[in-house]
């Protein structure tokens, strides 16, 4: 499954901007992997306080929002270039659903998660086969 985590600051959560943000990462994940993927997309918002926040060691300065997805390492090898398809994909859903002005600075990571490391239902990924 598809795993989405997306940290950014608390402010810009304001009861509009989830659905659209969560439709958006979703449709990102599908147009890379296909409709099957849909149902499978999972995405926790996690919104911090631009106080608790520090970059370069000063308290107070929200980075962008980062998305971190993290799946099956075998979904990456599915399709061509699915890596460079889903940062892209990913920062236009955060663009999509909070402004252009976050793109700049919008960060996305990729993390592939080995069959024999993944498990779903406690049973490995690996063993399922």
């Known amino acids: 499954m598809p795993h989405c985590t997306v940290t950014l600051a608390e402010e810009l959560l304001d009861g509009t901007v989830e659905e659209r943000l969560v439709g958006a990462l979703t449709d990102a994940v599908v147009s890379v992997y296909g409709d099957w993927a849909r149902p499978l997309v999972v995405i926790a918002l996690n919104g911090v306080p631009t106080a608790r926040f520090a ?6 300065t929200a980075p962008g929002p980062a998305v971190h ?12 270039d699915a ?4 940062a892209a ?6 663009v999509l659903a909070l ?7 919008a960060a996305v990571t990729l993390t592939g998660v080995p069959d024999d490391r993944s ?3 406690g049973e490995l990924f690996a063993a399922r086969r």
Do not use: K, M, N, Y
């Open 119 to 121: 498990a779903v239902g």
């Open 83 to 86: 890596a460079s398809r889903l």
């Open 69 to 80: 997805l993290h799946s099956r390492a075998g979904l990456f090898e599915q399709v061509p």
């Open 55 to 60: 970059v370069g060691g000063r308290l107070g």
């Open 89 to 94: 994909a990913l920062t236009d859903a955060l």
């Open 99 to 105: 402004g252009e002005h976050v793109r700049p600075d």
